[in-house]
């Protein structure tokens, strides 16, 4: 009987420490699957991350050219600035020439004078002021065919711009 009974006693410890075991492997099987969770919640936000670098790196490649048009631009604007100095030139020569011209109409006006010194002073000065209005022309198609360029150089920059939006999340 106290063999018996030794076996009982056994057997219920034995019991109860498969009853621990037991609540252990699930306790870990819990953790297990909480940290599962916790690592495919990882891979997610790290699948976000890859996604969000490979555009970063996309929009990257483009900034190079919006660099090099923005740089032919600048060249382009100076190419204006020194055409529209140019013109400038010009229009104060015209207005010199013109303040000349006034000046010895003025003086065939008072005087009623026409003598040859004061027509040619007219005629020297008109040839000025025509080949001063030549030049202010040819500065002005030339302004007008840079300006030209500057526009299609800002549309490309705009283009290029707008691509670089399109491709980055949450832009354009």
């Known amino acids: 009987m106290l063999g018996r009974r030794l ?11 498969m009853t621990v075991v037991l609540a252990q492997t699930v306790m870990t099987t819990v953790n297990l699957v909480r940290v599962d969770s916790g690592l495919n919640s990882s891979l997610q936000s790290t ?3 890859v996604q969000v670098n490979h555009a970063i790196i996309r929009n990257n490649k483009a900034l190079p050219a919006v ?13 204006t600035l020194q055409a529209t100095q140019k013109v400038a030139q010009n ?9 000349e011209t006034l000046a010895v109409n003025q003086q065939i006006a008072q005087t009623g004078n026409n003598n040859a010194k004061s ?7 008109t040839k ?10 040819q500065n002005l198609q ?6 030209d360029a500057d526009k299609r150089y800002l549309s490309s920059m705009r283009q290029s711009a707008n691509t670089m939006n399109k491709k980055t999340p949450g832009v354009g």
């Open 67 to 79: 660099v090099k048009e923005s740089q032919q631009a600048a060249i382009q604007l100076q190419t």
């Open 47 to 49: 699948r976000q991350l």
């Open 119 to 125: 027509l040619q002073q007219v005629v020297d000065s």
């Open 142 to 147: 030339t302004l007008k065919s840079i300006t």
């Open 91 to 99: 229009i104060q020569a015209i207005n010199h020439l013109n303040s």
């Open 7 to 17: 076996l009982q006693v056994l057997g219920y410890v034995v019991l109860g420490g």
């Open 128 to 137: 000025a002021l025509k080949s001063s209005l030549q030049q202010v022309q």
